[in-house]
């Protein structure tokens, strides 16, 4: 089938967490991790979430990854305080804490949509929508999915499907881009599907699995590959 949609994840493929906001209970110590302490933070969390080992304890995956993501920053700035781990945690879980958006977001959407049709499917707390148009990147979407009005999470096929549904799309007829692999690539795929990775952080660099770093690079990916 020809491609005729693009889904995004919102968190860490089009939005990035305000630092300030995100990382103010450390910042209240006097402390500013380095950029290579956060992306290694990011790693070892996805990871650990990828390998199955963040389940089964009844909080929800988005808890379970930022846990388990300061969890390791906190044990590289050789701190040990489960009260500023909760307060980090809290921070990162609000989605009006990700206003920061990269250079030349905005114009690779408005490439891309000349082409494609554009939608966002993401994990959050119902706040994806106003979110994204603070950011200046909600008119960009036809279809904004969010697991706090859809009642279900990636990477449950569901919620893919609620927003093929919502542009009338055969899950053959999209991809998915999204930043981890067990929630965005693998619940894409079993939903029909194709899927790619937005990577910044590395995670993915030495697997053999389609991926991108910089929204410009989208393009000549989907030439290559769907």
Same mark, same amino acid.
């Given at each position: ?16 967490? #305000? ?14 991790? /380095?950029? /290579?302490?956060? =992306? ?16 089964? #304890?009844? #909080? ?11 969890? /390791? ?31 030349? +977001?905005?114009?690779? *959407? ?28 909600? %008119? ?8 706090? =009005?859809?009642?279900? /999470? ?11 549904? +919502? ?5 053959? %007829? ?28 590395? +995670?993915?660099? =030495? ?8 929204? +410009?690079? *989208? ?8």
């Amino acid at each position: 089938m020809p491609l005729r949609a693009i889904f995004f994840d919102a968190g860490n493929t089009l939005v990035f967490p #305000n630092l300030e906001r995100t990382l103010a209970p450390l910042h209240a110590r006097g402390v500013r991790p /380095e950029r /290579e302490e956060l =992306h290694a933070a990011e790693r070892n969390a996805k990871r650990k979430l990828d390998a199955g080992e963040l389940g089964g #304890n009844g #909080n929800s995956i988005d808890f379970n990854y930022w846990h388990a993501y300061y969890s /390791e920053l906190l044990t590289q700035l050789g701190l040990h305080d489960e009260e500023l781990k909760l307060a980090l945690i809290k921070a990162s879980r609000q989605s009006g804490a990700w206003d920061s958006v990269r250079p030349g +977001t905005r114009e690779a *959407l408005e490439r891309l949509r000349a082409q494609y049709q554009l939608g966002v499917i993401s994990n959050s707390d119902g706040g994806i929508r106003p979110l994204l148009h603070r950011c200046g990147l909600g %008119e960009c979407f036809l279809s904004i999915t969010d697991s706090g =009005h859809v009642g279900c /999470e990636k990477p449950d096929t569901r919620i893919f499907r609620a927003a093929l549904n +919502t542009l009338e799309i055969a899950p053959g %007829e999209a991809v998915y881009v999204g930043d981890v692999y067990s929630v965005d690539y693998l619940g894409a795929r079993a939903a029909g599907m194709q899927a790619l990775l937005f990577d910044v952080a590395g +995670t993915y660099a =030495h697997r053999n699995l389609p991926r991108i770093s910089d929204l +410009t690079d *989208l393009t000549a990916t989907l030439g290559k590959w769907v």
